[in-house]
C-alpha cells in the first residue's frame, strides 16, 4: 500500500502547498495557483476536510499593505533587539513577545476602519458595542512596559512548565480584551516545544477582537474569527492559531459543547469585573471543560490601590537610570519595600521590572528622542487605564480564594499566588486541578 506522504512535504512547481484540505463535495484545491487542475498534479494526496473547516482557515482581513505597516521595520527590529536585552534581560535573539511605540500608533490610526471591516466579517453591524477604542487601546499600551504586563508572563511560564508536548495544548482566554495574555501564552509554549498550541479567545466587544487580532498579526500568529461558540468545533484540530470567539464569557462555558476540554482557562482582568454571583458561575460551569491536570489561571488589579506615580521621583531615576535594576535588586535582598503607598495609591515602584524600565527609558532617552517620546505617550495611555478600570472590579482575585476551594474542592496550600509583594497593584492566582 503506498504511503500517504506527509502534508508538510509536498510541492507543487517546486513550491510547499500550505494547504491540501479542500471543501467538500468541490474539487477545487485551495493551493497558491488556484487555476490549476487536480489532473495535472496526480501525485499528490488530498485529505478532503468539511466546508466549515475551510471557510474558517480562509479568512483573509489584512491587506499585503496593512501587514507591511504593522511589520517591525529597522528602527522597529533595533528597539526589539535592546528591549529584549535591557527591559526583559533576556538573548535579543530569543521569541518572546515585543510591542513597540510605533506598531502599537499604527494600531491606534488602523483600528477604527478595522473594526468596522472586523463587524461585517462576523454579520455583527447592528450589534451594541461594549467597549469604545480608547479604553482597550489603553490596555494594549500596558504591553510597553514588562511591570504592567509581568503577571501576563508568569500565567504563560506556569502554563508551558506544566503542559504536556505530547498531547495538543487548547487553552481559553476568557475576556481575552486586547490579546496580551493569549499572546505570551501562545509564543511561550512554541518556544518550549509544544507542536500542536490552540487558545481560544472570547470576548463581547468588537474593538477588543479587532485589536487583538492585529496584535497577533505582529507576533506572526495565525489568527481566524468565528461569530459564534458553536463554530468552536470547527476549527481543525491540528490547527495552530488563536480563535477569537465573539461571544459573551460569562455564559461561554455553559454553552459550549461538553466534549470541549481546555489544558487551561485563563482570564487576566476578565471576569473579575463580573458579580460574585456571576463569576462563580462561570468558574461552576468550566469544572467540566477543564482537562485533567488543567490549570485556572485568574488575576485582576487590586481595587483598593491605584498607580499615582510621582513625577519628580520618576524624572531623577530616568536621568540617573543606569544600573537601577541591579539597585533595586539589592534593595530587594534586604527586604526594602518594592511599593511606597501614601493614602491608597503607589507613589513608587522599585521592582526588578521598574528597575529594568528605568534603565530602558534612560536607554531611550539617550539614543532614540522619537521613540522616547512615544514610549512615554504610551504610558500615559496605560496610566489611564488603571485608573478608569480598577473602579469597575467587583470579584477582585483577593477576595475569590474561598469561593474557588470550594467550586474545585482543593485546599488553601493547592492555590498558588503572583507575585506576593505588599502593594502589588495586581493579583494572579493559579490552581491545577
Known sequence: MEKEPDKASLEFNNR?????????????????????????????HVRAMPAAQTKILKQTLITPETSTLL???????????????????????????????????????????????????????????????????????KSL?????????WIAKRIALKGDKSKPHIACDLCSGAGITSSKVYKELKKDGFKNIQIHGVDNSIESLAVSYLVFKTQDIPCVLLNNYEKVKDIPADWNGIALIYGNAE?????????IKYSDIMSENGISY?????????????KKHL?????IYLSSLNPSLSVDLAKP???????????????????????????IISEGKIKRAMTEQTGRQIEFMNYLLRTDMVDFLKYMKGLSKATTAAKILTKEILSPVNTVEKDLQEIFNIKDTDISKYPEINGAPCDVIEIIV
Open 16 to 44: 510547499p502547498i500550505e494547504y491540501l484540505y479542500i471543501s467538500s463535495p468541490s474539487e477545487e484545491l485551495d493551493i497558491e495557483n488556484p487555476t490549476v487542475n487536480e489532473e495535472e498534479i496526480p501525485q499528490i
Open 71 to 141: 511589520g517591525a521595520n529597522s528602527r522597529d527590529k533595533q528597539y526589539i533587539e535592546n528591549y529584549k536585552k535591557v527591559q526583559l534581560g533576556i538573548n535579543s535573539e530569543e521569541d518572546t513577545f515585543v510591542l513597540t511605540p510605533r506598531i502599537f500608533f499604527e494600531i491606534e490610526r488602523l483600528l477604527p476602519e478595522f473594526t468596522r471591516q472586523v463587524a461585517s466579517t462576523l454579520d455583527l453591524e447592528a450589534k451594541t458595542r461594549i467597549w469604545e477604542a480608547s479604553p482597550i487601546l489603553s490596555i494594549l499600551a
Open 145 to 153: 512596559m514588562e511591570e504592567s504586563i509581568k503577571y501576563s508572563t
Open 251 to 259: 455564559t461561554y462555558m455553559g454553552s459550549i459543547d461538553e466534549s
Open 274 to 286: 463580573f458579580s460574585k454571583e456571576k463569576h462563580n458561575k462561570v468558574l461552576e460551569d468550566s
Open 291 to 295: 482537562a485533567k491536570g488543567g490549570g
Open 313 to 339: 521621583f520618576l524624572i531623577k531615576e530616568i536621568l540617573t537610570g543606569k544600573e537601577k535594576y541591579q539597585r533595586y535588586l539589592n534593595n530587594i535582598k534586604k527586604g526594602k519595600p518594592q511599593y
